[in-house]
């Protein structure tokens, strides 16, 4: 086993144009047309859209409204979450026959270590090429994948092998490669940073490279600074770790229209916070801090959060902390276009001591909750809600 | 303007006062203090519209006046001038402050703008100061912090007759105390919530004379009427928020007053078990300390268990996958061999607000609160729900 070939063993497999090419294997019809997915109502954002329609200039996060002036001729097709799940589970079942040291970003792609399975299957390209081989086979989707020693760079490649393509980049090639990106290529690098960066003239990673550690930590703070230093020289000390285990559970929700009603909100909040506690209940799983967020009309995002005395799972608890950090805000009619629930924190229900409440029933909230999943797992989901939710269709499944 | 004061007097009144100003206030205005000397008396005074204090103190006056300057500015000087007397003056738009060589020039707000601090509510009646003092602080334990249930950040202060009885809870644990006053006039019976924070805050600052003297004015008294069950799941009790109703105390020339919290305090009598199924009767000072070693192990919100036998308790924290701890210590125990589990740090509280050599615990059972005494339960009381342990 050479050294450069042991140490170029990180795959970064990304579907190219996920969704879109998932509806285009059901609409063969339109290959080769631009296609967009997303949200059907003049609220709703692209979520993937097909090369052809990239060309136009539409690409994901775009609000629809842009996308039809940009591209008036693309089919839309509204998402279909339930086709991306069951595609994306067969996805990463290929990757787990390659190995067990699979970690998946979305969806659509995995970082996956592959030193293990070079006997068997060969060398990290051949690795790389197969799985690219058994996806378009039996998902009938193109994908692209990045070879690299490093995650960060298995995943620049992979972005510049698209559409449909492989790139793998040895460890002697990895300065030539980098250098000559823009700095926003880097991970870590946003707006704001990308700006300090280019006041400084520094538009290249090969410019970052150059630069003395302290002056970029000077623009950017002394953290973020040594970490492009790093990166520009391709240093990512970060290994693949096989799937993490949920840091935090939450639900939100985007309005149809922006909403200003404090009782509209409210009534979100006990929906996302009942549904948060459900799936919490499903994992088995209670935490201890609850955050809320909120989006405003001109999109600007905010989050706020506490911890609590106790780990919970009840979907009153999560409430109450829910509308009083909203009410914390002062929001006096401000226009919102999501509000979100979360509870972080999370350890396992069974092993919680309990601490008990002064004049506390026998029968609480948490009982009447677990009453309502037994009769939601017998009668559908929104068999048991609080009457301030009836009238209204149930609840979406979560995204 | 015009005046001289003792540095370490003004250094004390400024520091007090300017510790309830507000450190984000609504207008600029509001984080000053106002100086202000007339014949021989100087008062420094702060309000945030929630909160306003005043303190009086003597100074030899020149100039009548007022003045109104940074408070968290001035708090800062006073504390770190020399030990020499302090002369203060105004000298047009800004006031001028000299002490020994050391010489400060603070810019001043328009006097003009400034709010009205509130007018003192009838005097309710007059208490020591030393006894108020301990009697908040054995109270505000319990109080809960948590601002998801409002009326339960404040302290119940409940006035009848000659007696005086506050009460806190935070839902797992709930203080009471009951202490002989001197009411003004014969009140009944009157009460009020008084927002925790600040009522152990003026308790504390209000020691240094003999005696406080209360005022109220109390809020649409809802007279504690909800069930507790109710006000913990947020359903009854009100807002919670800031009401119309005042309280001020008055003692050793300082003054303070603060809006009540509107709201429903849970009835707590009923709370209280009317009987026990066991009691252990042990050194206060040994179980805290034993406590608190083995609450080293517990993690996080995990509990000291408990167990009572004859003539000893055996407390152990910890589990089977981490570390572990147990102690044991002699203990007169009566009834049946039984095991609690109590969250160590409300333990402590309970424990540390005692003032008794001895501690008595009665139980009912595992799932019921524990109530803790020290010599007359008469006096002071503290409940303590247990924690259930799984499995």
């Known amino acids: 086993m050479t050294g450069h070939a042991a140490a170029c063993s990180i795959l970064h497999v990304d579907m190219d144009a996920f969704y879109a090419s998932v509806e285009l294997r059901r609409h063969p019809e339109l290959r080769g047309q631009p296609v967009i997915v997303g949200g059907s109502s003049t609220r709703g954002v692209v979520l993937s859209a097909t090369y052809e329609a990239r060309a136009f200039g539409v690409r994901s996060a775009l609000p629809m409204s842009r996308a039809h002036r940009l591209c008036p001729d693309a089919v839309v097709i509204p998402p279909d979450f339930a086709a991306y799940s069951a595609v994306s589970a067969g996805i990463m079942e290929v990757f787990r026959s390659v190995t067990p040291l699979v970690e998946p970003i979305a969806l659509d792609e995995a970082f996956l270590e592959v030193s293990g399975a070079r006997r068997r299957l060969g060398g990290p390209v051949e690795i790389g090429e197969w799985i690219r081989a058994r996806i378009a086979d039996e998902q009938d989707i193109p994908c692209s994948v990045g070879v690299a020693s490093t995650k960060f760079v298995a995943k620049l490649a992979s972005t510049r092998a698209k559409p449909d393509g492989l790139l793998a980049v040895p460890p002697e090639r990895v300065v030539a490669f980098l250098h000559p990106l823009p700095v926003a290529a880097l991970w870590g690098v946003g707006e704001r940073t990308e700006e300090s960066l280019l006041r400084l003239g520094l538009r290249t990673v090969g410019d970052l490279a150059d630069t003395p550690v302290s002056t970029l930590q000077r623009a950017v703070g002394s953290a973020a600074g040594a970490h492009l230093a790093a990166l520009a020289w391709g240093r990512d000390p970060r290994s693949v770790i096989p799937t993490e285990p949920d840091r935090s559970i939450g639900s939100e929700e985007t309005f149809e229209r922006d909403v200003d009603d404090p009782v509209r909100i409210r009534r979100e909040l006990l929906r996302l916070s009942e549904r948060t506690a459900g799936r919490l209940r499903d994992s088995g799983q209670v935490g201890r801090t609850v955050s809320v967020k909120i989006r405003f009309s001109d999109f600007s995002t905010i989050t706020r959060s506490r911890t609590l005395p106790e780990a919970t799972d009840v979907g009153r608890d999560i409430y109450a902390v829910a509308t009083a950090l909203v009410d914390r805000l002062g929001l006096q009619r401000a226009r919102l276009r999501l509000v979100g629930v979360r509870v972080e924190g999370l350890g396992p229900a069974a092993a919680q001591p309990r601490q008990l409440v002064l004049g506390q029933r026998a029968f609480g909230w948490r009982e009447a909750e677990q009453a309502a999943d037994r009769a939601a797992r017998r009668f559908g989901a929104g068999a048991v809600r609080p009457g301030t939710l009836f009238g209204r269709r149930p609840p979406d499944p979560g995204p | 303007m015009r005046f001289r004061v003792d540095r370490d007097a ?65 708090a800062e000087i006073t504390r770190s001038l020399p030990a020499q007397p302090v002369e203060m003056h105004t000298d047009g738009a800004r006031a001028v402050l000299t002490c020994g060589s050391a010489r400060f020039e603070l810019p001043t707000m328009a006097v003009a703008d400034y709010p009205e601090l509130p007018v003192m509510p009838t005097l309710a009646g007059k208490i020591g100061s030393d006894v108020f003092g301990a009697a908040v602080a054995s109270v505000v334990v319990a109080a809960g912090r948590d601002d998801t249930l409002p009326v339960l950040t404040g302290v119940k202060l409940t006035i009848s007759g000659d007696q005086l009885t506050l009460a806190a809870t935070d839902r797992y644990r709930l203080a009471i105390r009951t202490l002989p006053w001197e009411p003004a006039d014969d009140l009944g019976t009157a009460t009020a919530l008084v927002p925790a924070r600040t009522l152990a805050e003026s308790a504390k600052a209000l020691t240094g004379g003999a005696h406080v003297s209360i005022a109220f004015e109390g809020n649409a008294d809802l007279a504690g009427k909800a069930d507790m069950a109710r006000v913990a799941e947020g359903t009854v009790g009100g807002n919670g928020l800031v009401g119309s109703g005042l309280i001020g ?100 509280d309970g424990l540390g607000a005692l003032d008794s050599d001895d501690v008595t615990l009665a139980f009912t059972t595992p799932t019921k609160p524990a109530v803790l005494t020290g010599k007359d339960p008469e006096i002071y009381r503290y409940l303590l729900m247990p924690v259930r342990l799984t499995g």
Request: proline share 4%; charged share 20%.
């Open chain 2, 249 to 348: 105390f008055e003692g050793s020339r300082r003054r303070t007053t603060t809006r009540l919290l509107d709201g429903d305090f849970p009835k707590y009598q009923s709370l209280l078990p009317s009987e026990s199924a066991a009691t252990a009767r042990l050194e206060k000072a040994a179980l805290v300390e034993a406590v608190r070693r083995v609450a080293l192990v517990a993690q996080r919100t995990a509990p000291v268990r408990l167990s009572f036998d004859t003539s000893e308790v055996t407390l152990e924290a910890g589990g089977v996958d981490e570390a572990q701890a147990t102690e044991s210590l002699a203990a007169a125990y009566e009834g049946e061999a039984m095991t609690i589990a109590f969250n160590p740090s409300f333990l402590l």
């Open chain 2, 10 to 74: 003004l250094a004390d009144a400024v520091a007090w006062s300017a510790r309830s100003l507000p450190s984000r206030p609504a207008f600029p205005l509001l984080a000053g203090l106002m100086i202000s000397v007339d014949d021989s008396t100087l008062t420094v005074s702060g309000f945030d519209y929630e909160v306003s204090t005043e303190a009086a103190l003597d100074a030899a006056t020149d100039a009548a006046g007022r003045v109104l300057v940074s408070g968290r500015l001035l």
